[in-house]
């Protein structure tokens, strides 16, 4: 690394310097990969080399947990499912809300 790794006092100081994704899950980005962490505990996931690999796995693993807590039946996870893709394609959308694509020719 060409920089040294910053050092934070809290885990407060240290959720502060990372990007939010959900209530529940940040992700700690610098140059050598992207670290998805739980927001409040010091517990990494997961690291990954593409953030759509890093977002496909926070979506992922909200499913996995709401359908384990709350899953009854087949109908129960097809609903839970349905509405956590809804819930996260509205936070995705939300933060490219005003992103232009410019396609490259």
């Given at each position: ?14 959720e502060a ?6 209530d529940d ?41 709401r359908l ?38």
């Open positions: 690394m060409s920089e040294e790794k910053k050092k934070y006092k809290t885990l407060e100081e240290r310097n990372m990007l939010k994704v959900t899950y940040l992700l700690d980005i610098d140059e050598d990969n992207i670290t998805v962490r739980k927001k409040g505990v010091n517990q990494v996931l997961g690291y990954f080399g593409k953030m759509e690999s890093a977002l496909t796995f926070i979506l992922d693993n909200m499913k996995k947990n384990s807590n709350n899953a009854k039946n087949l109908e129960d996870a097809v609903s839970i499912i349905k509405a956590t893709n809804d819930e996260f394609s509205a936070v995705i959308k939300s933060a490219f809300s005003d992103y232009e694509v410019v396609k490259v020719k």
